[in-house]
């Protein structure tokens, strides 16, 4: 029977334990987060894929047996140009004038 890794990357934290555990496949990134080298568990590392989904602190690293087909709602493979720490992608509210900071929009018509 043969096997496939997949990361949650929405629930992974980084700790790098699975790259510890699971070298021959899992590396990590700048960051410390996952990348799997092959989704494909080589019969010899199943059990280890296994211990080492198991140790993942927030259960992030997930084995299931290899169907040969995409399914619906699966993680896709994170790389090391799409993962990384989650970025804030909040922009600056700009201050247009006027006392206390607040937005032209916020004041009244004289200003206040």
């Given at each position: 029977?043969?096997?496939?890794?997949?990361?949650?990357?929405?629930?992974?934290?980084?700790?790098?334990?699975?790259?510890?555990?699971?070298?021959?496949?899992?590396?990590?990134?700048?960051?410390?987060?996952?990348?799997?080298?092959?989704?494909?568990?080589?019969?010899?590392?199943?059990?280890?894929a296994k211990r080492a989904a198991?140790?993942?602190?927030?259960?992030?690293?997930?084995?299931?047996?290899?169907t040969g087909e995409?399914?619906?709602?699966?993680?896709?493979?994170?790389?090391?140009?799409?993962?990384?720490?989650?970025?804030?992608?909040?922009?600056?509210?700009?201050?247009?004038?006027?006392?206390?900071?607040?937005?032209?929009?916020?004041?009244?018509?004289?200003?206040?």
């Amino acid at each position: 029977m043969s096997y496939e890794l997949r990361v949650n990357p929405i629930a992974c934290d980084g700790h790098g334990v699975c790259a510890e555990l699971l070298p021959e496949i899992i590396e990590l990134d700048p960051w410390g987060y996952p990348i799997l080298m092959s989704a494909k568990v080589p019969r010899g590392l199943a059990e280890h894929a296994k211990r080492a989904a198991a140790a993942c602190p927030v259960l992030a690293l997930l084995v299931d047996r290899a169907t040969g087909e995409h399914r619906s709602g699966s993680y896709p493979r994170p790389t090391a140009a799409t993962h990384g720490p989650p970025q804030l992608l909040v922009a600056p509210v700009a201050d247009r004038g006027g006392r206390g900071g607040r937005p032209a929009a916020a004041r009244d018509d004289h200003g206040h």
